[in-house]
Nanobody
Framework: QVQLVASGGGLVQAGGSLRLSCAAS????????VAWFRQAPGKEREFVAF???????AYADSVQGRFTISRDNAKNTVYLQMNGLKVEDTAVYYC???????????????WGQGTQVTVSS
């Protein structure tokens, strides 16, 4: 039932880069697992990247090698560095505390507003 606030989206040319931020006020993220999801118009929300408390990061095949998830515990913030952006990356991006069950990534609690990423050709 915890909402995280995503920010840092914007308009970028194809091939460019953006860094998204995910912050939670009033609680620490240092012992949590956090994931990024995205939703394009007319499509279901899809998994993008996962940063567990213990373990290795994971990425959707569509962003593998281009996106990097990381965190700064001192700032209580999780980041998504997006390089080599493509038009098909255009979507609203959300972050959430996330549980991994087998191959599924399950966001916990209600969604926040998210942040819009638009990639132009």
């Amino acid at each position: 039932q915890v909402q995280l606030v995503a920010s840092g989206g914007g308009l970028v040319q194809a091939g460019g880069s953006l860094r998204l931020s995910c912050a939670a006020s009033g609680r620490t993220l240092s012992v949590t697992s956090v994931a990024w999801f995205r939703q394009a118009p007319g499509k279901e929300r899809e998994f993008v990247a996962f940063d567990p408390w213990i373990g290795t990061t994971a990425y959707a095949d569509s962003v593998q090698g281009r996106f990097t998830i990381s965190r700064d515990n001192a700032k209580n913030t999780v980041y998504l560095q997006m390089n080599g952006l493509k038009v098909e990356d255009t979507a609203v991006y959300y972050c959430a505390l996330t549980a991994k069950s087998g191959g599924d990534y399950i966001p916990m609690g209600p969604w926040g507003q998210g942040t819009q990423v638009t990639v132009s050709s």
